[in-house]
């Protein structure tokens, strides 16, 4: 069964670091999506994007975040500059029509 | 905007009991209602989704969920629970139209006790 995974699964940076995660979506899905979620806290939506370019995007995902799908498998968010604050679980998600897959997420660690 | 209100935080019972984990939630528009089990430290899982058609559905491990548009929720049930299903769950909604984004309420822990 196709599945979304996600590299690494744990990143330990030093603040003020740039950082980026990666996930491979299910291949013929068509919408992706950034969502994080802080240690005991709900998940938060962060940013879609479809067509190569992003349809949504919450507040938290300000001028320091960026996404790009730079090649037909992978895709990618960057942090430019980490801040303690960030330290969250990533999930990638993609979908085909409503039904969103997640992968297991890659664990931000800022120090 | 969407919001969803999951009231009980954390929901302890016994084996074999049944459950109900409540999730209310608030939309100007139609949406989308989905429920999510998250095992510890892994992703997120889909448990069941109403998208359209019959109010109560059904999901994988026994659970069903009703939805009811005058009360604006979407409870979540199972009428035996077992050890394993001891894990956070998430009620979460999109609208049904743009990108489905998923807004999410802040989960409840269910405790299976034996």
């Known amino acids: 069964e196709p599945e979304v995974t996600q590299t690494p699964s744990h990143q330990v940076t030093q603040m003020g670091q740039e950082v980026i995660l990666r996930c491979v979506p299910i291949?013929?899905?068509?919408?992706f999506y950034w969502y994080r979620q802080i240690l005991g806290q709900k998940v938060e939506f962060l940013v879609s994007f479809y067509n190569n370019e992003i349809s949504e995007k919450s507040e938290i995902f300000d001028d320091q975040f960026s996404v790009e799908r730079p090649d037909g498998s992978n895709f990618t968010l960057k942090i430019r500059s980490t801040k303690l604050e960030d330290s969250a679980m990533y999930f990638c998600?993609?979908?085909?029509?409503?039904?969103?897959?997640f992968g297991p997420g890659t664990r931000l660690t800022v120090l | 905007a969407q919001s969803v209100t999951q009231l009980d935080s954390q929901v302890p019972v016994f084996e074999e009991a049944p459950v109900e984990l409540r999730c209310n939630y608030s939309?100007?528009?139609?949406?989308?209602l989905f429920w999510y089990v998250q095992y510890p430290n892994q992703g997120l899982q889909l448990l069941l989704k109403y998208l359209s058609g019959s109010t109560l559905v059904k999901g994988i491990n026994g659970f069903e969920a009703e939805f009811n548009k005058s009360q604006t929720s979407f409870h979540l049930r199972k009428p035996s629970v077992h050890i394993s299903d001891t894990a956070e769950y998430f009620c979460?909604?999109?609208?049904?139209?743009?990108?489905?984004?998923?807004?999410f309420g802040t989960g409840t822990r269910l405790t299976v006790i034996p």
């Open positions: 939309s100007s528009v139609s949406v989308y």
């Open positions: 998600a993609s979908s085909l029509r409503t039904q969103q897959f």
């Open positions: 291949s013929n899905h068509l919408y």
């Open positions: 979460a909604v999109s609208d049904q139209a743009g990108a489905n984004n998923l807004f």
